[in-house]
């Protein structure tokens, strides 16, 4: 049988598609395994390149694999959608992340740590209970308008006056309405609480990385943000630059060129949407605070604002706040003003 080159695996929830490339890049086989068959099979396969999609279950069998001695390459699945030829099916996917997996020059992704997917895990579990408890207020807003009640705009100041409009009789909220809102404020109340252990908790794991007390030195990056960026992207040796790094998260315009001509979009937004919103509100927040100081940066996000304006001046900053993070990130060092916001020549 000839030497294999190339094992390809489309992973599924019940059933893992296997696929083999010899060196002479012929097929050998393309057949489904249970996982429990399929674990098997790889313990037996000689040391070799493993690419499997970017899904599910992807960075534990990684692990797994690299742990056997495997070389393994996961594939961003927009790339490996790219050169499936044929109707979709797990044989065919199987062939297009081969494929994939040997294009030169294609940005593969790195396969995490437990401690990496422990950052990750709370993350998503903190936003499923902002993202709740948003919803939660909301309706209790709504619901008390309906009956003449209305209040400020804050959560903290619906925390301040729900009780007070729950206990005063003058009002025209019904029994019925004052325990269901009631009930409302305790549900707010719980998940408040909830995310603060949460974060708690992302604060605590994070802070084993002498990395995050690094990234929490940049202006706009702080316990949110800065557990958020190790999830994501480690400590960014993936990357050969700054500017790699801010187009992995999509901060950087779409390009369209042609006849040597080149025009400048928006931002492509790829990547990681959370992460990339994190750091469009914490650049949001200095540039709202940017007139209180009159440091190198306050100087420059007060020229940028005065040249392009308020929302094009943040995901400006935004960049600039990912790129000055792979700085920290890949040289080990604290953020350095100096460094990050040279004077500016007169243009």
């Known amino acids: 049988m000839s030497k294999i080159k190339l094992v390809a695996v489309d992973l599924a929830k019940r059933c893992y598609q296997l696929g083999a490339i010899d060196v002479d ?4 086989f393309n057949r489904k395994l249970s996982p429990r068959k399929f674990a098997l099979a790889v313990a037996q396969l000689e040391p070799t390149v ?17 742990r056997l001695g495997h ?29 994939a997996a040997q294009r030169p020059n294609l940005h593969f992704v790195p396969v995490k740590t437990i401690a990496q997917q422990d950052l990750q895990l709370l993350g998503r579990i903190r ?3 902002v993202a709740q408890r948003t919803a939660i207020i ?22 301040e006056e729900l009780p007070l409009a729950l206990g005063d009789a003058d009002n025209e909220l019904s029994p019925v309405a004052r325990e269901a809102l009631g009930e409302l404020l305790q549900q707010i109340r719980q998940s408040s609480e909830s995310i603060a252990q949460t974060m708690q908790r992302i604060t605590a794991l994070a802070s084993e990385d002498p990395a995050y007390e690094r990234l929490c030195t940049i202006p706009g990056i702080g316990p949110t943000i800065a557990p958020a960026l190790l999830a994501s992207v480690g400590h960014a040796q993936q990357f050969q630059n700054a500017r ?18 080149t025009h400048l979009g928006g931002i492509t937004k790829n990547g990681n949407r959370s992460l990339r919103v994190m750091l469009i509100h914490g650049a949001r927040t200095v540039i709202r605070w940017a007139d209180k100081h009159d440091h190198a940066q306050s100087r420059w996000i ?12 943040v995901v400006a900053l935004a960049n600039k706040m990912t790129r000055m993070s792979w700085a920290v990130l890949t040289q080990g060092v604290d953020f350095d003003m100096k460094k990050a916001y040279r004077p500016q020549t007169a243009r």
């Open 25 to 28: 890049n012929k097929l050998l």
């Open 50 to 66: 493993v690419a499997m999609e970017a899904c599910a279950a992807a960075h534990y069998w990684g692990r797994r694999l690299m």
């Open 71 to 99: 070389e393994v390459r996961l594939v961003p699945p927009q790339h490996a959608k790219a050169f499936r030829r044929v109707h979709k099916s797990d044989a065919h996917d199987t062939l297009s992340i081969a494929e």
């Open 127 to 129: 936003e499923r209970l």
């Open 138 to 159: 909301n309706q209790a807003r709504g619901l008390a308008r309906e009956y003449g009640v209305n209040f400020p705009k804050s959560r903290q100041a619906l925390l």
């Open 244 to 261: 790699a790094c801010a187009a992995w998260l999509g901060l950087v315009p779409k390009q369209c060129s042609t006849g040597g001509t």
């Open 302 to 313: 007060k020229q940028l604002v005065a040249r392009v304006g308020k929302n094009k001046a």
